[in-house]
C-alpha cells in the first residue's frame, strides 16, 4: 500500500506546525509497531510486516479475505485521520493454489510476489481508490483557514498573534495536536546539550515561519531545503538480492526494511547534526541582542527571542515518512546548511569516534554485503558506503505557501538528480558525488524551470548549475566565502552597483563583457577583481544569492580565487 500525494498533504499550510503535523502523522499512518499513535491495533495477528516507513506498507497476511479485511480497516483509518491522502493498493497472491485478482496471475513464491508488487503498484496509481465508505456530512457553513474544507474546531494557539482564533476542520487541529507533541519531542532531542558560541540561552525551534530569524524593516524571505537520497531504490534493491537467502522467501525483504530503517536513521542524524551546528554559532552574551555572525553579505543574522531569554534557532527540519529531509530556514542560511549537510554525509566513518553514529550503522550493513570499500569521496583519501544526495532549494517571501517553496525544492532536487544520472553515463566517478541546485525566483514551477532550461541552453551558459558536491563548495569559496563582506563585492556599494547595473545586462545577454571590464577598469584606475577563473553562468548565480548567504562556518583563512569588485 502507497500513500499518494504526501508531499501536497504535509506542506499545504503556512505554518511550520502544519507541516510537522502532518508529516508525524504520515509517519504514523505506516508505523506497525506502535499501538497507541499507529496502526499496530489494525495488523492481524498472523501478519508480518516487511516494510512501513517512506509513506509505504507492505505486509504479509495469510490469505485473500485477511487481505481485504485489512484493506478496508486501514483505508478508513486513514480517510478519518488524514483525508487528503489517496491510497494505492495491490494484492499479489502467491504460493501453490493462490487466486487470481481482477485476473492478475499469482506469484509462485513470496520473492516472486515481491518482485511482481511495483508493477501493479504503478498500474493501480492509474485509478483512483474507491471509497469503502461514504464521509458524514457537515451541518455548517464556516470555512477552515488552511484547507478551504468545513470547519469543525477552532484553534486558539493563533490568538496571540492574530487576536482571532482559527476555525479549522478536525483533521487540521489532529494534525496540529500531533505537530505539538513531535516538535517537543524533536527539540528535546536535537537540542539536549546543545552549546553555544557566547551565553548559554534557552534554546527552541521555531512553529511559526515569522520565527525564522526575520530582520523587521527589511524584506525577509525564508527558504525550503530538500535532500533526497540518489538512488534509493537501487541501494534497496541491490542489498536484498546480496543478503537474501534463496532458501528462505522473504528473507531479501526483512534485510532490506531493516536497511530502511537505517537511512531513516541516518536522515534523523542529519536533521539532529545541522540544528546542534547552527546552535553552536548562536552568540547571545548579555546587553547583546542574540544573533548568528559569519562571512558573506547576509550577516549578521539576528535572532527571534522571548523576554525570558528563550532564542528560537532559524532553522526547522521536517522528516517526512522517514527518508526525506526538508528544511523550512531563513534564507541567508539555506546554501551554508546545504554545504554543511553535504559535508556531514562525506565523513569518514572509520574515523567517527561514536558507535551509535548512523553514518556508521548504515556504513557497516552496506559494506558487509558488498564487500566492497564504497565510494571515494571528492578532494579526500577515504571511501565510504554513506549514500550521496541530490539537494534542492528554493527561497520566497515570509507568507507565500509552504506548498509552493516546496513544489520548487523539489523540482531543483530533481532536475540535480537527473543531471547527475545523465553526466554519470559519461563520467562514472559522478555518480561518487552529490548535486545542488536553487532558485531565488517563486513565479511557479513551470516558469521557474523554463528559465533554468533557457539559462542552460544559451551560449554561453547563464547559469552553472546543477552543481556536483565538490564544485558547489568551490562555487561558494570562490564568489561568496570572501573577507569583508563578500568574494563580489566587498563592502564597495558603487561596486554593487557597477556590477548589478552593467556587468549583470551584459552576462545576462550573452554579450562579450571585455569592453565593459576594460572601461570600468579605466574609470577606476585598478583592474576589476573578479574571483579567478570566474565564468558568466557561475557569476550570475553568484549575483542571484549574493545578499543571501551567510556561513556561520567560515574558516578565517582566506579562500583561493577571491577578490572583490
Not at 502507497?2 to 508505523?31: H, K, N, P
Not at 533526497?228 to 534493491?237: A, C, F, Q, R, T
Request: proline fraction near 7%; aromatic fraction near 4%; glycine fraction near 10%.
Amino acid at each position: 500500500m502507497d500513500l499518494r500525494g504526501i508531499q501536497a498533504y504535509v506542506y499545504s499550510g503556512r505554518r511550520i506546525l502544519d507541516a510537522v503535523g502532518r508529516a508525524a502523522l504520515v509517519a504514523e499512518l505506516t508505523d506497525t509497531s506502535d499501538h497507541r499513535h499507529g496502526v499496530a491495533d489494525l495488523m492481524p495477528e498472523d501478519g508480518l510486516t516487511l516494510r512501513d516507513a517512506g509513506g509505504a506498507l507492505t505486509v504479509v497476511l495469510p490469505d485473500l479475505a485477511t487481505a481485504r479485511t485489512f484493506t478496508s480497516r486501514y483505508t478508513r483509518r486513514l480517510r478519518d485521520r488524514a483525508g487528503d491522502l489517496t491510497p494505492v493498493v495491490a494484492f499479489v497472491p502467491y504460493g501453490p493454489g493462490a487466486p487470481q485478482v481482477r485476473g492478475e496471475e499469482s506469484a509462485p513464491d513470496l520473492d516472486a510476489a515481491l518482485a511482481a508488487l511495483p508493477v501493479r503498484l504503478r498500474r493501480a496509481r492509474r485509478h483512483m481508490s474507491a471509497l469503502h465508505a461514504p464521509a458524514h456530512g457537515h451541518g455548517i457553513t464556516a470555512v477552515c483557514a488552511v484547507s478551504g474544507a468545513p470547519a469543525e474546531s477552532v484553534d486558539s494557539s493563533r490568538s496571540d498573534h492574530t487576536r482571532v482564533p482559527e476555525r479549522v476542520a478536525a483533521d487540521v487541529a489532529r494534525a496540529r495536536g500531533i505537530g505539538r507533541r513531535w516538535h517537543r519531542a524533536h527539540s528535546d532531542a536535537w537540542l539536549a546539550d546543545a552549546v553555544t558560541a557566547t551565553g548559554s540561552p534557552e534554546l527552541a525551534l521555531p512553529m511559526e515561519v515569522d520565527r525564522l530569524g526575520r530582520d523587521h524593516g527589511d524584506v525577509s524571505r525564508v527558504a525550503v531545503v530538500h535532500l533526497d537520497v540518489n538512488g534509493l531504490g537501487e541501494i534497496l534493491g541491490r542489498y536484498r538480492e546480496r543478503v537474501g537467502d534463496p532458501a528462505r522467501p522473504g528473507s531479501g525483504a526483512l534485510a532490506q526494511r531493516d536497511l530502511s530503517t537505517r537511512i531513516a536513521g541516518l536522515t534523523r542524524g542529519l536533521a539532529r547534526a545541522l540544528v546542534r551546528a547552527v546552535a553552536a554559532t548562536v552568540h547571545a552574551a548579555p546587553g547583546v541582542h542574540p544573533h548568528i555572525p559569519g562571512a558573506g553579505t547576509g550577516g549578521p543574522l539576528t535572532l527571534d527571542h522571548d523576554p525570558s531569554g528563550t532564542v528560537r534557532l532559524p532553522l526547522r527540519p521536517i522528516v517526512v515518512a522517514g527518508d526525506d529531509l526538508t528544511i523550512l530556514c531563513d534564507a541567508r542560511l539555506a546554501l551554508a546548511l546545504v554545504r554543511h549537510a553535504l559535508h556531514w554525509l562525506d565523513a569518514d566513518p572509520e574515523r567517527i569516534t561514536d558507535v551509535d553514529d548512523p553514518r556508521v550503522a548504515l556504513h557497516r550493513a552496506l559494506a558487509a554485503a558488498h564487500g566492497t570499500a564504497g565510494r571515494r569521496v571528492r578532494d579526500r583519501a577515504h571511501t565510504t558506503w554513506v549514500p550521496t544526495v541530490g539537494a534542492g532549494v528554493a527561497v520566497q517571501p515570509v507568507g507565500a505557501p509552504l506548498s509552493l517553496g516546496y513544489d520548487l525544492c523539489e523540482a531543483m532536487c530533481r532536475l540535480a538528480k537527473t543531471h547527475r544520472v545523465a553526466r554519470a553515463e559519461h563520467d562514472p566517478t559522478v555518480a561518487d558525488d552529490h548535486t545542488v541546485a536553487w532558485t531565488t525566483r517563486f513565479d511557479g514551477v513551470r516558469r521557474v524551470m523554463d528559465r533554468v532550461e533557457a539559462a542552460r541552453g544559451a551560449r554561453p551558459p547563464r547559469t552553472a548549475q546543477p552543481m556536483s558536491g565538490g564544485d558547489f563548495t568551490r562555487f561558494l569559496d570562490r564568489y561568496l566565502s570572501g573577507h569583508g563582506g563578500g568574494a563580489l563585492v566587498d563592502g564597495d556599494t558603487r561596486g554593487r552597483g557597477w556590477l548589478v547595473s552593467s556587468l549583470v545586462p551584459l552576462l545576462a545577454s550573452g554579450a562579450d563583457p571585455e569592453p565593459e571590464l576594460a572601461r570600468r577598469a579605466r574609470v577606476t584606475g585598478r583592474p576589476v577583481a573578479l574571483p579567478t577563473g570566474w565564468t558568466p553562468g557561475a557569476l550570475l548565480d553568484a549575483v542571484g544569492v549574493m545578499d543571501l548567504y551567510l556561513d556561520p562556518w567560515a574558516t578565517t583563512a582566506a579562500p583561493s580565487g577571491g577578490g572583490g569588485v
